[in-house]
C-alpha cells in the first residue's frame, strides 16, 4: 500500500499508465512541466506494478520470484541494456540523476508485503516499511522536481512517512480484510494487548488511544514537510505541496470520523479539494 499510488487489482504492467485522472497524485503531476511530468508518469508505472506483484501476483513464490526479476531489470537498467518494461524510466534516469538504490528500495518494501502479512510490526519495522515504499519514492520524485539535495531528501523522509501513516491510518479496515495490520506492536503493548491480530486489534475498545499515536506521528511528520517546503523554491515544491495538503485532509477526516466501529470510509468534499487544488496548485 504505497503512498504514490493506489493500484488497481491486474497483471504487472509492462508499461506505463497513467495515475486515475482527479485524484490528488493526477493533479499535482499534472502541475509540472512535460518532461518532469512524464519522468513521474514512468516512476509510477513502475511503482504501481511492483506493488500489483506484491498484492495481487499470485502465490507467495510466485510473487518473490517476479520481484526478483524487477530487480533483474532495474539493474540491466543501470547497466546500459533496459528490458522493455523499464525502458521509460531511461530518459529520467539520465535527465533527473534517479538512484538506483531507491528503485530497488521500493521493491524491497513491495517484498516485505508479498513475504507475510505484516501484523503489528516493531516501531522499527513499520519506519523501514514506510521508508522504502513512501520515502524511497519521494527521493524519486524530489531530484524529478528539481529539490536542492539535501532539503529534497529530508522532503522525502519525512513526506513520504507523513503520507504512508495517513494511509494507513485511512485504510486500517481494509488492510484487516487481507489480514494486515499495519499499527505497531508497542502502541498495543501500551494498551495490554500483547499479541494483536487484525481481529483483536481493531475490536479492542482502546484501538482509538493506539490511533490517536500514530495520528500525532504523522502530524509531526507535515509539520516537518512543510517547513521544508516554506524554505524551498516554490516551483520545485507545487506537486509536493498539493500532495501534502491533499494528504492532510485525509488525516483530519479520519482524525475527525475517530475510530469506533463503524468507521464509515472517509473521503475529504470535492470542495475541500478544489481549494487545496487553487491554493497550491496555481497561486
Known sequence: MSATASPMPGETREAPALPAAGSSFYTAMRL???ERREAMYAVYAFCRSVDDVADDGG?????????DRWRADIDALYAGNPPPR?????????RFGLKREDFQAVIDGMAMDAEEDIVAPSEAKLDLYCDR????????????????EGDGIRLAWHQ??????????????????RGRLYLPMEKFHKIGLMNP??????AHPRLGEVCRAVAA?????????????????RQATKAARLMAAAYRLYLDAVVKRGWAAP???????KLSLLRVALRHGIF
Open 59 to 67: 502465490a507467495r513464490e510466485v510473487r518473490a520470484a517476479e520481484l
Open 86 to 94: 523499464v525502458k521509460p524510466l531511461e530518459e529520467p534516469m539520465r
Open 217 to 233: 506521528e504523522a502530524e509531526e511528520h507535515y509539520r516537518q514537510t512543510w517547513a521544508i517546503i516554506e524554505r524551498s523554491p
Open 32 to 34: 509540472l512541466p512535460k
Open 133 to 148: 515504499v513512501a520515502s524511497a519514492v519521494g527521493r524519486l520524485s524530489v531530484r524529478i522536481f528539481g529539490m536542492p
Open 197 to 202: 491480530t487484525p481481529e483483536t486489534a481493531l
Open 160 to 177: 513520504g512517512r507523513a503520507l504512508q501513516l495517513t494511509n494507513i491510518l485511512r485504510d486500517i479496515d481494509e488492510d484487516a480484510e
Open 263 to 269: 468507521r464509515a470510509r472517509v473521503k475529504p468534499g
